[in-house]
């Protein structure tokens, strides 16, 4: 059984900018072996659209209060019994909320945040996967069946999907284990696998179980492998941090990655620098290049970002230099522009690439 990593996981919740002392654990990424992939049948349920525009710094800034922090205050109703091996079920509200934060991320990112719910044995399936994890207070994405309350339905859920798991709050299920997908931290998420499927633009349809801490574990399937749609446009790749403005309080701090995907691009031989609001950074430690979790996908750790909540607007440069294939561009730029999400700001007036 692979051993996963414990660690101190710092997210956003609608009561504190940022709530410590987080035991929490990232399985890894499950790895999509496209031979093996069936299509799921479309759910029943209408889209939940998040609209933002990245490049408008009081819409960022307002998505953030206003959409952002009361998707967590959502209840999960949830009505299992960890005991007895009942999944429940949580209500659809609480579902489509974790779905909604899924959309807000991938609205700051560019994409369209229209993801909605399978449902149907999907979300049977997350849910039993979600009982598994919380009841052996362990993760894996092929559980074997000598664990408690292991059934078909969890292990189907369990390797379709992003996988968390928690203690001491609720950081592992509902919006905050979407919290801690985009942060991706762990020593097995160097790839960032989580937040690549979270951030896959053909993305059309996604799925949530999960088991909310009282006082069990926390956790969470979130099925990514579903109903793929077309591929968006995204004319400059897929960035995280997002190129625009983004919320200190999102900022990938437990991991300190930082990612660029591009459909089909070979990131082999590329480069980043990094400049903040104008003074070259040291030189960023490159994660090993892993394919197969979404776009193929740069990942860095750079040097100089700070996390903590900003005096003023923070602009950091980021470029890439030696990117092949795919029919990305050799080189791109872009700003992330790091505010505190209660202060008023300007808007910029170009779309954040060079």
Do not use: K
Not at 95 to 101: E, K, L, S, V
Not at 298 to 320: C, F, K, M, R, S
Not at 327 to 332: E, K, L, T
């Amino acid at each position: 059984m692979m051993r996963h990593l414990l660690a101190l996981a710092l997210c956003a919740t609608a009561s504190s900018a940022i709530a410590t002392n987080e035991l929490a654990e990232l399985g890894p990424a499950p790895q999509l072996n496209a031979s093996s992939y069936v299509a799921m049948v479309p759910g029943p349920y209408a889209p939940a659209t998040v609209v933002i525009d990245p490049q408008n710094r009081s819409q960022v800034a307002g998505a953030y209060q206003t959409v952002y922090l009361p998707q967590a205050a959502v209840p999960s109703a949830w009505n299992g019994n960890i005991g007895a091996c009942s999944p429940g079920t949580t209500s659809t509200a609480y579902r489509q909320a974790t779905i909604d934060r899924v959309n807000f991320y991938r609205a700051l990112a560019g994409l369209p945040g229209n993801i909605t719910l399978l449902g149907g044995t999907d979300a049977a399936d997350t849910q039993a996967a979600a009982l598994i994890f919380s009841a052996n207070q362990n993760l894996s994405h092929d559980p074997p069946s000598s664990w408690i309350c292991w059934t078909q339905a969890g292990h189907d859920g369990a390797g379709n999907s992003n996988i968390a798991l928690g203690y001491g709050n609720n950081a592992a299920a509902g919006t905050g284990a979407v919290d801690l997908y985009m942060d991706d931290l762990g020593t097995n998420n160097t790839a960032v696998g989580h937040r690549r499927w979270v951030l896959y633009p053909p993305q059309a349809q996604m799925d949530s179980g999960s088991i909310p801490y009282n006082p069990q574990w926390a956790a969470n399937a979130l099925w990514v492998f579903a109903g793929w749609g077309s591929r968006p446009p995204t004319p400059n790749g897929v960035t995280w941090p997002s190129r625009g403005y983004v919320p200190w309080q999102l900022l990938p701090q437990s991991s300190n990655r930082w990612s660029f995907s591009w459909n089909g691009a070979d990131f082999t031989t590329a480069t980043v620098s990094m400049t903040r609001d104008g003074v070259p950074l040291g030189v960023p430690s490159y994660e090993t290049i892993q394919n197969g979790y979404g776009d193929n996908t740069l990942v860095w750790q750079p040097q100089g970002v700070t996390y903590a909540q900003p005096a003023a607007d923070v602009t950091y440069h980021v470029t890439i230099n030696g990117i092949t294939g795919g029919g990305a561009p050799s080189r791109i730029g872009y700003d992330v522009i790091v505010i505190d999400p209660y202060v008023l700001g300007d808007l910029i007036f170009r779309d954040g690439f060079d």
